[in-house]
């Protein structure tokens, strides 16, 4: 395994950033080099000369030290290393394994040894951090990767664990966040793989996914997870439109950037727990538009609606979505960008004007609503003591949705919009519960 010394990070970092400043002893931040920036103000560029990674704050760039050398072809000869990749040396792999498992409070309560065993998971005692070979699907080791830290020079993005993924069934698969999640997953029974890349990349051959009848996405709990989950979407959209991917949500369950490990260490939580509060929870991931059947398809496309001023279309597109049991994203309207999930509703045009994107103000939804409700698109009625108001799609399909009432505590009573029955096409996915 190659292993670049933190002095090494910091050169070669230094050798492409302008205007560095420090942070601490490893940490830095400066002028991004992957876009303009120029004015000492901003310094968006972090990099860490301990782990090796990168992120711009600004521009949203982020890797490892690898994913810079070769974006910028910096030549590692000038100091002193060989351009290629040294061969996996399995002996430091194999006292590696051993570090951990001769350390008992390494070893989580949520992991199984047999699993750790088979991936021979390891652990660093110079760098603190657990080892994770990476194996093709011939079972042989590629490249080493360490938590959060490096991995082996060159390496690219892959899934893992490869060589057991072959043993999987068909059902289903939970795509996480890292390897460490990995290991938690197939540790309580449940069949999971990462991309190695980290969140934000996505393997380039991932055509091994195809033949699950079910595609988890369960990703840490914090904004760099959301934007995982969004690239992940579009990819395997892209590999088979057909895919039935579900999105999981732990939020109910972990801190911000909490993640699947967090989850299971959580007292009296287990497989079952899993797949009843993970799994079985999880919501459809559906292309908007075209995932809203009958409304879509009778309203949204007559000429009326393209009557409608942008502002209003936006509004009621905004509604429809909400109205919608599914995750949408969308940043096909005028190129503004709003997440939607289900159960959650809008307590306020302040809030729905949100929503819209930030061009739409809550005057303008206002004046929306109005239109709206004269042309027959929506219903509106003020609750009891004016604490909210209750919107209803008006022509919405009874065959496909239903009003439904909430309040919080009986103190706040939320904005109401019809939901998707429980009802769904032969399609519908099964919850993802297996034998395994």
């Known amino acids: 395994?190659?292993?670049?010394?933190?002095?090494?990070?910091?050169?070669?970092?230094?050798?492409?950033?302008?205007?560095?400043?420090?942070?601490?002893?490893?940490?830095?931040?400066?002028?991004?080099?992957?876009?303009?920036?120029?004015?000492?103000?901003?310094?968006?560029?972090?990099?860490?000369?301990?782990?090796?990674?990168?992120?711009?704050?600004?521009?949203?760039?982020?890797?490892?030290?690898?994913q810079f050398v070769e974006h910028f072809g910096i030549d590692l000869a000038e100091?002193?290393?060989?351009?290629?990749?040294?061969?996996?040396?399995?002996?430091?792999?194999?006292?590696?394994?051993?570090s951990l498992l001769g350390r008992s409070d390494l070893l989580l309560s949520c992991w199984q040894k047999d699993i750790?065993?088979?991936?021979?998971?390891?652990?660093?005692?110079?760098?603190?951090q657990y080892v994770f070979p990476i194996f093709n699907t011939k079972g042989n080791i590629v490249f080493v990767k360490q938590h959060k830290g490096y991995q082996t020079k060159r390496a690219k993005a892959t899934l893992y664990p490869l060589n057991l993924i072959a043993e999987y069934d068909d059902s289903y698969i939970v795509i996480d966040e890292g390897e460490k999640d990995v290991v938690t997953l197939l540790s309580n029974g449940i069949q999971a793989i990462t991309s190695t890349g980290g969140a934000l990349t996505v393997p380039a051959n991932i055509s091994i996914l195809r033949r699950f009848k079910r595609i988890?996405?369960?990703?840490?709990?914090?904004?760099?997870?959301?934007k995982g989950i969004e690239k992940w979407i579009i990819r395997l959209h892209q590999l088979d439109p057909t895919l039935?991917?579900?999105?999981?949500?732990?939020?109910?369950?972990?801190?911000?950037?909490?993640?699947?490990?967090?989850?299971?260490?959580?007292?009296?939580?287990?497989?079952?727990k899993f797949l009843n509060e993970i799994l079985e929870k999880s919501y459809y991931v559906r292309r908007p538009f075209t995932d809203i059947p009958v409304y879509s398809n009778e309203i949204l496309t007559g000429e009326r609606f393209l009557g409608l001023s942008i502002r209003d279309r936006i509004v009621l597109m905004t509604l429809v979505l909400r109205a919608s049991r599914y995750y949408c994203n969308t940043n096909e309207?005028?190129?503004?960008?709003?997440?939607?999930?289900?159960?959650?509703?809008?307590?306020?045009?302040?809030?729905?004007?949100?929503?819209?994107?930030?061009?739409?103000?809550?005057?303008?939804?206002?004046?929306?609503?109005?239109?709206l409700k004269n042309e027959d698109y929506i219903s509106t009625k003020d609750l009891k003591g004016k604490?909210?108001?209750?919107?209803?799609?008006?022509?919405?399909?009874?065959?496909?949705?239903?009003?439904?009432?909430?309040?919080?505590?009986?103190?706040?009573?939320?904005?109401?919009f019809p939901n998707f029955s429980s009802k769904d096409d032969s399609n519908q996915p099964d919850n993802g519960q297996s034998n395994n």
């Not at 395994?1 to 942070?23: C, Q, R, T």
């Not at 100091?79 to 040294?86: D, I, M, N």
């Not at 306020?348 to 929306?368: P, Q």
Request: a positive charge.
């Open 1 to 66: 395994m190659h292993e670049l010394s933190p002095d090494i990070i910091m050169k070669v970092f230094l050798s492409k950033v302008e205007n560095p400043k420090l942070s601490s002893e490893y940490q830095r931040r400066s002028n991004c080099p992957y876009h303009t920036e120029t004015t000492m103000v901003n310094q968006s560029f972090h990099f860490n000369s301990e782990k090796g990674l990168y992120h711009c704050k600004s521009c949203g760039v982020s890797g490892n030290i690898w």
């Open 79 to 98: 100091y002193g290393l060989s351009k290629t990749a040294p061969p996996i040396d399995k002996n430091k792999i194999a006292i590696y394994h051993g």
């Open 116 to 128: 750790i065993q088979r991936l021979q998971v390891g652990w660093n005692t110079q760098l603190n």
């Open 216 to 226: 988890y996405l369960c990703f840490d709990n914090d904004s760099v997870g959301k």
């Open 244 to 272: 039935n991917v579900r999105v999981c949500d732990l939020s109910k369950y972990v801190q911000d950037k909490g993640d699947v490990t967090d989850y299971f260490l959580i007292e009296g939580k287990s497989r079952q």
């Open 333 to 371: 309207i005028r190129g503004m960008r709003f997440e939607l999930r289900p159960g959650q509703y809008i307590r306020s045009r302040k809030l729905l004007a949100k929503d819209c994107g930030k061009e739409i103000t809550e005057s303008m939804v206002r004046r929306s609503m109005v239109k």
């Open 387 to 416: 604490r909210g108001m209750r919107i209803t799609l008006t022509q919405w399909n009874e065959e496909y949705g239903q009003s439904k009432r909430q309040s919080n505590n009986g103190k706040t009573i939320k904005e109401n």
